[in-house]
């Protein structure tokens, strides 16, 4: 089946670590995303990770992929108050050209 | 490069009417993704176009259409309108639709059924 799901809600403070879980149920998922939506906004791709790869690290964003318990982190290192917005989840198959998406997850920053 | 355009930004309409929702991909994208956003259901995939043809559809009712023109604009249309139909509309283009090709999303439409 296909389901991604996050939790909805994170509260971190200026300069600290983010991060955010997500867990996905399909296993021939080939490759998960993050993606950001601000308010107003469309959603903008963050990073992407292929699923034979455990780690993806760039600039303050690290990816952790455990294939084993389909659970997929994003870690926003020194989080500032740009950084506030709804986090999405997603996986897609090769054999299929849609991307599943989870329920997102809303960061917000505490001075 | 102009990015991904959608027309109107936002749209009211009543219950029973029709609407169509317009996207312009970036230049030279020949994959285009529309997706319904809702505080309830989050973010759906209702279809992807690409080179005019549809090739690949989410679970909605067939009251959700689109087409795919040869310069790549797409245009989603909803019949008989219904209260749920309310959201934001999002469309999403890429260049060749690889999976690894970025999604490039628009600002949305937002449309409100009265």
């Known amino acids: 089946g296909e389901d991604v799901e996050q939790s909805l809600f994170l509260s971190v403070r200026e300069g600290d670590s983010s991060v955010i879980n997500c867990t996905y149920t399909?296993?021939?998922?080939?490759?998960l995303y993050w993606y950001k939506q601000e308010p107003g906004a469309g959603l903008q791709l963050l990073t992407y990770?292929?699923?034979?790869?455990d780690m993806k690290q760039d600039q303050r964003l690290t990816v952790l992929l455990n294939k084993k318990d389909k659970h997929l982190s994003l870690r926003i290192a020194d989080t500032q108050t740009g950084d506030s917005a709804i986090y999405f989840c997603?996986?897609?198959?090769?054999?299929?050209?849609?991307?599943?998406f989870g329920s997102g997850t809303r960061l917000s920053i505490r001075p | 490069k102009a990015g991904v355009t959608q027309t109107p930004r936002y749209l009211i309409k009543t219950r029973g009417q029709q609407v169509t929702l317009s996207c312009s991909p970036i230049s030279g994208h020949r994959s285009v993704s529309w997706y319904q956003q809702t505080p309830g259901q989050g973010l759906q995939f209702l279809f992807e176009?690409?080179?005019?043809?549809?090739?690949n559809k989410g679970n909605f009712p067939g009251r959700f259409s689109g087409r795919q023109f040869s310069n790549s604009r797409s245009e989603m249309n909803v019949s008989t309108l219904e209260l749920g139909d309310s959201a934001l509309y999002l469309c999403a283009s890429r260049s060749a639709g690889g999976l690894t090709d970025t999604q490039y999303f628009g600002p949305g439409t937002r449309l409100t059924v009265l």
């Open positions: 176009y690409f080179s005019e043809t549809q090739r």
């Open positions: 399909d296993s021939s998922s080939t490759y």
């Open positions: 997603a996986e897609a198959y090769s054999s299929a050209s849609k991307i599943i």
């Open positions: 990770i292929f699923s034979n790869m």
